[in-house]
């Protein structure tokens, strides 16, 4: 069975803070997602990855930086939490990137106070 | 112009009814078209995928695209309160994107 796993339901972090947001999956897939999901707005990407060590912007990744350290794991960080990244944050991974199902995470919803 | 526009809804229709969803995309060089249904407080999970010009039907729904119109739709036939969701459209420019997601309510 398909699964990706992140670390946190629920967040609640104060402003200037350093945030870590971890996604595991176990399929072996080659590429992994970090999404942000606003009201009106829907999912935006803020970084994907295609392999190991790798790593590319989405559309916005201002405030933000990843590390994918082993194929499994793709990390989120918040540099220092503002109150403008509270959000639902969502974690997917793909067998490939062009034109394959991704597959999400539960979410994490963070709370920058 | 948004790269995947969609209804935000919310659409009403009574159970057993077509709910008709639609999404329209704004760059000729899209392939791939994917619907994923959202259930409140929940992560998205696919339900179609759609290349080829025309329908897909799998059971109660079927995708249609129109890659000259830059549309794609979704059809839910004799809808079920279980249909109840935000369903989000997808297309796979260089990465994918997201529609915004129209919110569907089912009314028994």
């Known amino acids: 069975d398909v699964k990706v796993t992140q670390s946190s339901r629920y967040l609640v972090k104060r402003t200037g803070e350093k945030v870590f947001l971890e996604c595991v999956q176990d399929?072996?897939?080659?590429?992994m997602f970090w999404y942000r999901q606003d009201p009106g707005l829907g999912l935006r990407l803020i970084y994907f990855s295609y392999d190991v060590k790798m790593k590319e912007k989405g559309d916005i990744p201002e405030g933000y930086s990843v590390s994918r350290e082993k194929k499994e794991r793709f990390s989120l960080i918040l540099e220092s939490a503002s109150t403008n990244q509270t959000s639902m944050y969502l974690c997917?991974?793909?067998?490939?990137?062009?034109?394959?199902?991704?597959?999400f995470g539960p979410g994490t919803r963070l709370t920058v106070t | 112009q948004k790269e995947v526009e969609q209804n935000s809804g919310p659409l009403s229709v009574p159970e057993g009814a077509i709910a008709s969803l639609n999404c329209t995309y704004s760059d000729r060089g899209s392939q791939s078209f994917f619907w994923y249904r959202q259930y409140s407080g929940k992560s998205p999970e696919l339900i179609m995928f759609?290349?080829?010009?025309g329908d897909k039907e799998d059971g109660r729904f079927t995708a249609q695209l129109n890659k000259a119109s830059q549309y794609v739709s979704l059809l839910i036939r004799d809808s079920q309160p279980s249909d109840s969701a935000t369903y989000l459209c997808?297309?796979?420019?260089?990465?994918?994107?997201f529609g915004a997601g129209t919110r569907l309510t089912v009314k028994p």
């Open positions: 997917a991974s793909s067998f490939s990137v062009g034109g394959e199902e991704q597959y």
């Open positions: 997808a297309v796979m420019i260089n990465d994918m994107r």
């Open positions: 759609i290349y080829s010009n």
């Open positions: 399929m072996d897939h080659e590429n």
